[in-house]
């Protein structure tokens, strides 16, 4: 099985305070939580891209294993990466990689307003 468009939205979702927005349109779904994004999924010809926020070193390893990870399409290079949803990543690769971002994202936002994630 392959992660669907549906999967990743519903994987996203399932997450504490996430809140799904079009703030560059519709056609680009922007993710957040507590008001930061950690996705973003739009299509290109038919095909998903998501954005993730990635640790940099992992972010450069994930780009050398897999063709369907590139550097972070209209984001920082360095901490994003672009996942084409083809069918070739690993289903527990795409929602290992979806809950890092979170995480990460997560840890940047003030412990106070982060123990709200915790409810």
């Given at each position: 099985?392959?992660?669907s468009?549906?999967d990743?939205?519903?994987h ?9 927005e079009t703030?560059?349109?519709p056609?680009v ?8 994004i950690?996705?973003?999924?739009g ?9 993730l926020k ?7 390893e994930?780009?050398d ?9 209209h984001?920082?290079k ?9 069918g070739s990543?690993?289903d527990?690769?795409?929602?290992e ?11 940047g936002i003030p412990?106070?307003t ?6």
């Amino acid at each position: 099985m392959n992660f669907s468009v549906d999967d990743v939205q519903f994987h996203i979702m399932a997450k504490p305070r996430v809140v799904e927005e079009t703030p560059f349109g519709p056609e680009v779904l922007v993710y957040k939580i507590l008001g930061k994004i950690f996705a973003t999924l739009g299509f290109e010809d038919e095909e998903g891209r998501m954005n993730l926020k990635c640790d940099p070193e992992r972010a450069l390893e994930l780009r050398d294993d897999y063709e369907a990870v590139l550097p972070g399409y209209h984001m920082n290079k360095k901490h994003w990466n672009t996942l084409m949803l083809d069918g070739s990543l690993p289903d527990h690769l795409v929602g290992e990689l979806i809950d890092h971002s979170y995480e990460l994202v997560g840890q940047g936002i003030p412990k106070k307003t982060r123990e709200i994630l915790k409810k």
